[in-house]
């Protein structure tokens, strides 16, 4: 079965600072892994994703994540916060071959101190 | 190219009342999804289709919920009657059939239920 895990509900960083927002994942198959960021009041965009190619993936504003297959994780990575990363992060896994099954994690958000 | 519209942004109805979402995919995606996400919580799909057929509407209310994509393309989310806990943001969703399965979201419709 498919599970995704986000293991911190909330986390603040100081401004220039980098991030770490953890993803934890449980999958049977080949998993398709993807975070995505929601600002107040927007709909929920497309950062990064990983579909069994390199195993670093860069994404938009100088995000980035790894997929670890030992670990069963692909935690997001900014080498330095911005103000304007303050917002919530979901982790999504789906299996590569059908949109079917889509689990999205319960969801991490980033607050940025000035 | 064209994200995934969705209209109306913004409505706020009495309990008891009914109210339409619709939502117009990327073209050529067929695959669509409507998710509710309630205030602080992550996205939970009511209903998926592929094409015009309903691939998954395990977590739709039917007694009060009700979805169609009559021509495969865009696709009409219905309420009646609301209640107070339907008061949520209505996301619609696509991604083409294969291809990674990347999800694309609209900006959300938000419902107020008074």
């Known amino acids: 079965a498919q599970s995704v895990t986000q293991l911190d509900s909330h986390v603040s960083v100081s401004e220039g600072t980098p991030v770490l927002l953890r993803c934890n994942y449980s999958s049977s198959y080949s998993p398709s892994l993807f975070w995505y960021v929601q600002h107040p009041n927007k709909g929920l965009q497309l950062l990064l994703k990983?579909?069994?190619?390199?195993?670093l993936v860069k994404g938009i504003n100088g995000f980035e994540a790894e997929f670890k297959k030992s670990e069963t994780s692909f935690h997001l990575t900014k080498p330095s916060a911005h103000m304007s990363d303050a917002a919530e992060y979901f982790c999504?896994?789906?299996?590569?071959?059908?949109?079917?099954?889509?689990?999205f994690g319960s969801g991490t958000r980033l607050s940025i101190r000035p | 190219e064209a994200g995934v519209a969705q209209s109306p942004r913004y409505k706020i109805i009495e309990k008891r009342q009914s109210v339409a979402f619709w939502c117009n995919p990327i073209?050529?995606?067929?695959?669509l999804y409507w998710y509710q996400q309630i205030l602080g919580q992550g996205p939970k799909l009511l209903i998926q289709f592929q094409n015009n057929g309903v691939v998954d509407d395990s977590q739709l209310p039917k007694d009060r919920f009700s979805a169609e994509r009559l021509k495969g393309v865009d696709s009409t989310l219905k309420i009646q009657p609301a209640k107070l806990e339907d008061s949520a943001v209505y996301l619609c969703?696509?991604?083409?059939?294969?291809?990674?399965?990347?999800?694309?979201f609209g900006e959300g419709s938000w419902l107020t239920v008074v």
């Open positions: 999504v896994v789906t299996l590569y071959s059908s949109a079917s099954k889509i689990i």
């Open positions: 073209s050529g995606h067929a695959t």
């Open positions: 990983y579909t069994s190619a390199a195993t």
């Open positions: 969703a696509s991604s083409a059939l294969w291809g990674g399965n990347t999800i694309y």
